[in-house]
């Protein structure tokens, strides 16, 4: 049995700006956390900026299940249901 490596990915996005602020990987949930928890209280006074940490097998993976942190300008719905659209048509 093999097993299973995730990476985790900080990523800052601001919604009144519609764009990603920063995105960093990491291999090890610890300092994932500690980032995180950094992350979390150097922007706890900009409500519109989301800090969220999420885990993976690769960022390709968090691109179609959180397309919503990859957006940039205007968000159309028909462009949240793409990602998902390409992965059905590979399977």
């Known amino acids: 049995m ?3 490596i995730t990476t985790h990915f900080l990523i800052v996005y601001d ?7 920063d995105l960093k990987t990491y291999n090890n ?15 706890e006074d900009r409500p519109r900026v989301e800090v ?3 885990g993976a097998d690769s960022e390709d993976t968090i ?9 940039s300008g205007p968000l159309d719905a028909a462009d949240l249901f793409k990602p998902f659209k390409e992965l059905l048509a590979r399977a």
């Open 2 to 4: 093999s097993e299973r």
């Open 29 to 43: 949930s610890r300092s994932a956390v500690a980032a995180y928890n950094a992350t979390e209280q150097e922007y």
């Open 15 to 21: 919604h009144q700006a519609r764009k990603q602020l």
């Open 52 to 54: 969220v940490l999420l």
């Open 63 to 71: 691109r179609i299940t959180h397309p919503v942190y990859f957006q």
